[in-house]
């Protein structure tokens, strides 16, 4: 299988504090990654380093076998879309919410309002086009979020927590969604998540993540019934 | 009634109005041009003294003109560092004492206006691929509705001072005479009834200038 991201022994501070020490992770290109953890473990913190908005102190990050410091930090984001668990959609219109990662590309107009038509239409967003993204609901608010990253058409796609914030049914729907769209376009996921279902139905591997370090990693079946020692069975409440 | 007329097409009050609007307008491009990136990095950035810096800057908020009359006519004096420059009592060093008096205000309001923006914003948008101009300009388009009340603050701050005014421009009539200083004047001279409308002039101009930033800013406040 073709590796995307390798991870090696990277460790990562803040505020002079260790929040990461992993010393080995595969990201594999088209599979959705699930990283589940208590809170506060570094799941977030691992999430900023793969998006390159933490630098590691230690350790290396291989994109497509070479070292993520061979390229540029700009170029490195602007493969990759990041969704966080609030939408912080901007105070414009819909549709300029989602164009905005396209914009920051300098797209030409055209091919901007075409990309844009057509997620907004993929994630049932067309009737919302030119409301205001701050007065959206929280569901609604999510799938602009998410379709400001797929209009990316990113090689790396980054979810923190998506779908904490929404009242379950819609959340059931969004993750329905989701899941559809990720099999249709085979993108690359890592998605951080505290909630077993949520990573059993979207993820091909789930890696557990245990005080910024990675215990475990399998496919969910055997993570959830296999748990590799007693921390991952207390974490998993087995 | 009659006064009012007599004034309004005084060419003198034209001129001192002018005169006004320029040098508090120029004052406060300067300002807008030296506290948005200012406020925005204080807002923004994180290094050593930040804190030191945001006290010194909301000190600056609340500096007297006439202290700030009072360094920038001693700096300019025959005898101070620039008395070269021989720019006391001309326009030049009104704008100066201004820029002093309208740069604080804007610089801090522009911080406070960015800092109350989600920090996670400028995760997010480097996360679609901003670079930090395009990150910069999308957070002032984010918070465009405190920063124009920082310029409107800023604006305010100058085009009704008294005290820098006339300590480095000296009032000199058809040279640095400008509203406020000409009031002051008046109310010496015991003409109040001039001093009186000058005034409401000066009210009436601030007032449309405000009329219209505040205009454009509700006009961004009803598309939200």
């Given at each position: 299988?073709?590796?995307?991201?390798?991870?090696?022994?990277?460790?990562?501070?803040?505020?002079?504090?260790?929040?990461?020490?992993?010393?080995?992770?595969?990201?594999?290109?088209?599979?959705?990654?699930?990283?589940?953890?208590?809170?506060?473990?570094?799941?977030?913190?691992?999430?900023?380093?793969?998006?390159?908005?933490?630098?590691?102190?230690?350790?290396?990050?291989?994109?497509?076998?070479?070292?993520?410091?061979?390229?540029?930090?700009?170029?490195?984001?602007?493969?990759?879309?990041?969704?966080?668990?609030?939408?912080?959609?901007?105070?414009?219109?819909?549709?300029?919410?989602?164009?905005?990662?396209?914009?920051?590309?300098?797209?030409?107009?055209?091919?901007?309002?075409?990309?844009?038509?057509?997620?907004?239409?993929?994630?049932?967003?067309?009737?919302?086009?030119?409301?205001?993204?701050?007065?959206?609901?929280?569901?609604?608010?999510?799938?602009?979020?998410?379709?400001?990253?797929?209009?990316?058409?990113?090689?790396?796609?980054?979810?923190?927590?998506?779908?904490?914030?929404?009242?379950?049914?819609?959340?059931?729907?969004?993750?329905?969604?989701?899941?559809?769209?990720?099999?249709?376009?085979?993108?690359?996921?890592?998605?951080?998540?505290?909630?077993?279902?949520?990573?059993?139905?979207?993820?091909?591997?789930?890696?557990?993540?245990?005080?910024?370090?990675?215990?475990?990693?399998?496919?969910?079946?055997?993570?959830?019934?296999?748990?590799?020692?007693?921390?991952?069975?207390?974490?998993?409440?087995? | 009634m009659e006064l009012f007329n007599t004034i309004f097409s005084d060419p003198e009050v034209l001129e001192v109005t002018l005169l006004s609007l320029k040098v508090s307008g120029i004052?406060?491009?300067?300002?807008?041009?030296?506290?948005?990136?200012?406020?925005?990095?204080?807002?923004?950035?994180?290094?050593?003294?930040?804190?030191?810096?945001?006290?010194?800057?909301?000190?600056?908020?609340?500096?007297?003109?006439?202290?700030?009359?009072?360094?920038?006519?001693?700096?300019?004096?025959?005898?101070?560092?620039?008395?070269?420059?021989?720019?006391?009592y001309t326009p030049?060093?009104i704008?100066?004492?201004?820029?002093?008096?309208?740069?604080?205000?804007?610089?801090?309001?522009?911080?406070?206006?960015?800092?109350?923006?989600?920090?996670?914003?400028?995760?997010?948008?480097?996360?679609?691929?901003?670079?930090?101009?395009?990150?910069?300009?999308?957070?002032?388009?984010?918070?465009?509705?405190?920063?124009?009340?920082?310029?409107?603050?800023?604006?305010?701050?100058?085009i009704?001072?008294v005290?820098?005014s006339m300590?480095?421009g000296g009032n000199i009539k058809g040279s640095t005479r400008v509203l406020t200083t000409a009031i002051v004047l008046e109310t010496n001279k015991?003409e109040?009834e001039r001093a009186v409308i000058l005034g409401i002039f000066l009210l009436i101009i601030t007032?449309l200038i405000?009329?219209?930033?505040?205009?454009?800013?509700?006009?961004?406040?009803?598309?939200?």
């Open positions: 299988m073709n590796t995307l991201i390798e991870i090696k022994d990277l460790v990562v501070r803040r505020d002079k504090r260790q929040v990461l020490g992993i010393e080995s992770l595969c990201v594999h290109k088209g599979e959705v990654l699930a990283i589940v953890g208590p809170n506060g473990t570094g799941k977030s913190s691992l999430l900023l380093t793969l998006a390159r908005l933490l630098e590691p102190e230690e350790g290396d990050m291989l994109w497509n076998g070479a070292p993520y410091r061979q390229h540029n930090a700009l170029a490195y984001r602007r493969r990759i879309a990041l969704v966080l668990q609030e939408p912080l959609l901007l105070d414009t219109s819909v549709f300029e919410n989602v164009a905005i990662g396209l914009r920051f590309r300098g797209l030409p107009s055209n091919q901007v309002r075409e990309n844009v038509q057509n997620w907004l239409v993929r994630l049932g967003l067309e009737k919302l086009y030119d409301r205001n993204g701050a007065r959206l609901s929280g569901g609604e608010a999510q799938r602009v979020s998410l379709a400001r990253a797929f209009v990316l058409d990113p090689e790396l796609l980054l979810l923190d927590e998506p779908f904490s914030a929404l009242d379950a049914p819609t959340r059931l729907r969004l993750l329905h969604d989701l899941k559809t769209i990720l099999q249709e376009t085979d993108t690359t996921t890592v998605l951080i998540t505290h909630d077993f279902k949520e990573a059993a139905h979207l993820a091909s591997r789930v890696a557990v993540m245990l005080e910024g370090r990675i215990v475990q990693v399998g496919t969910p079946q055997q993570v959830f019934s296999n748990p590799a020692n007693p921390q991952v069975t207390a974490f998993l409440g087995m | 004052a406060t491009l300067i300002s807008v041009l030296l506290g948005l990136p200012f406020g925005t990095l204080l807002a923004l950035a994180k290094f050593p003294g930040r804190s030191f810096l945001l006290t010194v800057v909301n000190t600056g908020m609340a500096l007297p003109p006439v202290v700030v009359g009072l360094a920038v006519a001693m700096s300019l004096w025959r005898s101070g560092p620039f008395g070269d420059l021989r720019l006391i030049t060093a704008i100066i004492a201004q820029t002093i008096i309208a740069a604080p205000v804007v610089t801090g309001l522009t911080s406070a206006a960015l800092q109350q923006l989600d920090p996670r914003l400028q995760l997010q948008l480097l996360g679609l691929g901003a670079s930090t101009p395009q990150m910069v300009v999308t957070l002032w388009r984010e918070a465009r509705l405190p920063l124009l009340a920082a310029l409107m603050a800023g604006f305010g701050s100058v009704s001072e005290g820098a300590m480095v015991g109040f007032f405000n009329y219209a930033l505040t205009w454009i800013q509700q006009r961004g406040a009803k598309q939200r």
